[in-house]
DNA sequence: GTGTGACTTTAAGTCCGTA
DNA sequence: ATACGGACTTAAAGTCACA
């Protein structure tokens, strides 16, 4: 089982490339900074709460939504 | 709009009620500190995703519910 | 059984850059 | 456009004593 970060991190790469946006312009959109969406997405970060509603918003998806596909 | 933080707060302290645990018990089910648990239910700190799922674990509800209910 | 303040350590998150 | 690193600031993790 890989970690909770890493499957975090593929999902949010996945749903980002769906969404044609850059890593750039999600970190924008989501007022946080490029490193870190980058650092998410390999899985060296885990967001808290309130990030992860942030980059579900961006997203057009539901926080919950991407929750579920941690399980 | 209360914050996310307060409003997880109230939500979790319901949910650990509903399951007849006091701070202490969920804590130490979690792993965590008992203070920490009481922190988190007064708004004072929000939870990463890993604390997330350990709380909703010994909760015996979905991470993802958890989320649905504060969108 | 819980609230709270003070605290130390770890991680979230930013900002600079290079390749 | 992204990976990756160092140095940094802010907040969360985690603990303790006391009310």
């Known amino acids: 089982m890989k970690g909770l970060e890493a499957r975090f991190g593929e ?3 996945e749903l980002r490339n ?3 946006l ?3 312009e ?5 007022g946080l900074d490029r490193t870190y969406i980058s650092m998410l997405e390999r899985g060296l970060r885990q967001p808290t709460l309130t990030t992860l509603f942030k ?3 961006v997203l057009n998806v539901s926080p ?8």
């Open 11 to 13: 999902l949010l790469k």
């Open 55 to 57: 980059i579900a918003e």
């Open 26 to 30: 999600l970190a924008t959109d989501c």
């Open 22 to 24: 850059t890593q750039e």
């Open 64 to 71: 919950s939504s991407i929750v579920k596909q941690l399980e």
């Open 18 to 20: 769906k969404k044609g």
